[in-house]
Every structure is written in C-alpha cells, then in structure tokens.
C-alpha cells in the first residue's frame, strides 16, 4: 500500500507569514494528490486536486506544487482562517485504496 | 448546490449494530460513486470504503471488511454504511464524501458515534 508521510505535525505561524506543509509519496501517484482544510467544528473542504488544481473558491494565497515525490502546500500570507488542519490524500490507488496523511496542525503563534 | 447531510451524532451500546445516512442533493447521485471516511478523536482520516450508486458496487479498506456494509437507496439518494459489532475503538466521527474524476470532493459534515453503555 502507498503511505503518505505528512510534515509537519504541527506548525505555529504568525498571520501574514508564508507556509509550507509536504507530504512524501512511498511510492508513485503520478500528481493523483489532493489537500485537505479541517476546521475546528470537523468541517473539511477540499483545497486542491490534481497535486495542484485550486479547486472553484478558494483564494489563490493557496497554491500546490510537486517535486519528485514530495508534494507541497503552500499559503502565500496567513490569514486568520487559515488556522486549521490540513491532509494530503492520496487517490492513484483508486478505486482500491485512498490514503491521507498524518495530518498538519497549522496553529496562531 | 452539492449537499450531502449527515445527522450529528448517535449512541449506540458496545456489540450493537449502528446505520449512519447521507442524503445527497444538489447533483445526480447515481453519477458518482460514494466514500466513507472515519476519524478518531484527534487523530486523523481513514478510508473505510466507497460505493456506487447505480449498481452497488463497492470497494472497502480490507481493514474494515468486516466492520462496515456500505449501501444505497437510490430513490432517497441516501447512502448509507452500517457499522457492526461496536466497540470502544469505533467511537469517532464518519463523514462521507463524494467521489469527482477519482478525487474526494465534497464532504459531508460528519455523524459522530459514541459507543458507550
């Protein structure tokens, strides 16, 4: 099975800094990654798709980017809503697996 | 709009069966196949499983063979996933989400389940 390694688990910024999450690929998925937002109140809304596809609606201070197996998750200038938690998933396996990552907890330092 | 509405929570006892829903509306339901996901509390997302709606066809996390039957009514555009034999490591939230060009796309807002006697 593909595992997807998140880092990192948690991440304290300051509103307007720019931001960094990856998550690292065991095996090839061909750019088939999407990101994940999770809001405290468990509502999750999909940010990107395609490794790097911003989905209809979300600002474009979000952005997704790929290197070899590593797949990256960018925010250009925190905002306040952005504090949350993120996850990348997988979706090359489909229609027989789908893997998330650990998970990033992006918290106000 | 897409919407896909789960209720909020249910308490169920330890070795009995629960039957979560999610109503579909917005967009042809038998256009797009269906998943199940499940979170701990403070952990992170598993894949349980997926179906589609025109035929029932599934496909599960061979992790949850046994503990997840995934199913449809088509003429209330309901999906549902019945979760058998309860226990304590089952207590977590269970979201759907719909399936777009092989990718989770929208999501539902979570049916939390507290296995408790």
């Known amino acids: 099975d593909i595992q997807m390694t998140q880092s990192p688990s948690s991440l304290s910024a300051s509103l307007g800094e720019r931001v960094s999450l990856t998550c690292r690929a065991s095996?090839?998925?061909?750019?088939?990654l999407s990101w994940l937002q999770q809001k405290p109140d468990g509502t999750i809304k999909r940010l990107i798709y395609?490794?790097?596809t911003l989905d209809s609606g979300v600002p474009k201070r979000f952005s997704g980017s790929r290197s070899g197996s590593d797949y990256s998750l960018t925010i250009s200038s925190l905002e306040s809503e952005d504090f949350a938690d993120y996850y990348c998933?997988?979706?090359?396996?489909?229609?027989?697996?789908?893997?998330f990552g650990g998970g990033t907890k992006l918290e106000i330092k | 709009q897409v919407q896909l509405q789960q209720p909020g929570a249910e308490l169920v006892r330890p070795g009995a069966s629960v039957k979560l829903s999610c109503k579909a509306s917005?967009?042809?339901?038998?256009?797009?196949?269906m998943n199940w996901v499940k979170q701990r509390p403070g952990q992170g997302l598993e894949w349980i499983g997926m179906?589609?709606?025109?035929?029932?066809?599934?496909h599960y996390n061979q992790m949850f063979k046994d503990k997840a039957t995934l199913t449809v009514d088509k003429s209330s555009s309901t999906a549902y996933m019945q979760l058998s034999s309860l226990t304590s490591e089952d207590s977590a939230v269970y979201y759907c989400?719909?399936?777009?060009?092989?990718?989770?796309?929208?999501w539902g807002q979570g049916t939390s389940v507290t296995v408790s006697s």
């Open positions: 989400a719909r399936t777009l060009s092989n990718a989770m796309d929208y």
């Open positions: 917005g967009y042809t339901f038998t256009s797009y196949w």
């Open positions: 179906i589609d709606p025109s035929d029932s066809e599934t």
């Open positions: 095996q090839e998925i061909s750019g088939y």
């Open positions: 395609a490794a790097s």
């Open positions: 998933l997988q979706y090359a396996s489909y229609p027989y697996m789908y893997t």
